[in-house]
């Protein structure tokens, strides 16, 4: 079992940057692979973006298209955290962002997470 919570959202400004970081606790979290996702108002959650666990032979990352260039996804396992660093935010870019953490695989279909934290809101302004 592994408890999960974000932190480092807020308001911002199109173009800024911003980090999300995703803490870890409770079980090995090398191991895990991590996911962020978000949510907007009206719409459904969507993929963000993944980092693969020890369990593969690297950290592989995958990205949505809509943030791929913009985003980096990262983990310090020393430290129990995953990371999304956002760069030149967009206004739709606006959502709750969750991180999630997977014991089997990874992707992105949020059915193959298992553990969720309770998000962090990202507003930026235009």
């Known amino acids: 079992q592994v408890q999960l919570v974000e932190s480092g959202g807020g308001l911002v400004q199109a173009g800024d940057s911003q980090r999300l970081s995703c803490a870890a606790s409770?079980?090995?979290?090398?191991?895990?692979?991590m996911g962020w996702f978000r949510r907007s108002p009206g719409k459904e959650r969507e993929f963000v973006a993944s980092?693969?666990?020890?369990?593969?032979?690297?950290?592989?990352?995958d990205y949505a298209d809509s943030v791929k260039g913009r985003f980096t996804i990262s983990r310090d396992n020393a430290k129990n955290t995953a990371y999304l660093q956002m760069n030149s935010l967009k206004p739709e870019d606006t959502a709750l962002y969750y991180c999630?953490?997977?014991?089997?695989?990874?992707?992105?279909?949020?059915?193959?997470?298992?553990?969720w934290g309770q998000g962090t809101q990202v507003t930026v302004s235009s």
């Open positions: 980092i693969a666990g020890s369990t593969y032979l690297r950290a592989y990352t």
């Open positions: 409770g079980s090995t979290f090398s191991r895990y692979n």
């Open positions: 999630a953490a997977s014991g089997t695989t990874t992707g992105r279909d949020p059915n193959q997470y298992r553990y």
